[in-house]
């Protein structure tokens, strides 16, 4: 198939990229872990950048998407949350599927 006729999800697959990552805002990672978000900002979260010291396993990175000199929106990864969840003792399973 030439080129050109090829679907995105073809051109993406055939250069190697990776999929793409999901990135949670805090107000989700709060709702799916039913901790409030002041706590969760003050308890839970690296802010990368932000914070002082080295992360510790505990936390959650989260990194600033806003441009600068933009009031700093926060985010975390999907695989980082991944990892919270497992260090926390929650097993997860990667689901896919054949077409």
């Keep these: 198939m030439p080129a050109s006729k090829k679907t995105e999800a073809e ?50 990175s989260a990194r600033n998407i806003a441009p600068p000199e933009e009031k700093p929106e926060w985010r975390v990864s999907e695989r980082e949350f991944i990892r919270w969840m497992r260090y926390k003792g929650y097993k997860y399973y990667d689901r896919g599927y054949y077409v």
Aim: proline share 4%.
């Design 11 to 60: 051109r993406a697959e055939t250069v190697g990229l990776p999929a793409r990552s999901f990135l949670y805002t805090l107000d989700q990672i709060s709702q799916l872990t039913s901790i409030d978000v002041p706590t969760l900002k003050k308890s839970y979260i690296y802010y990368e950048n932000r914070s002082i010291g080295r992360q510790e396993r505990y936390l959650l």
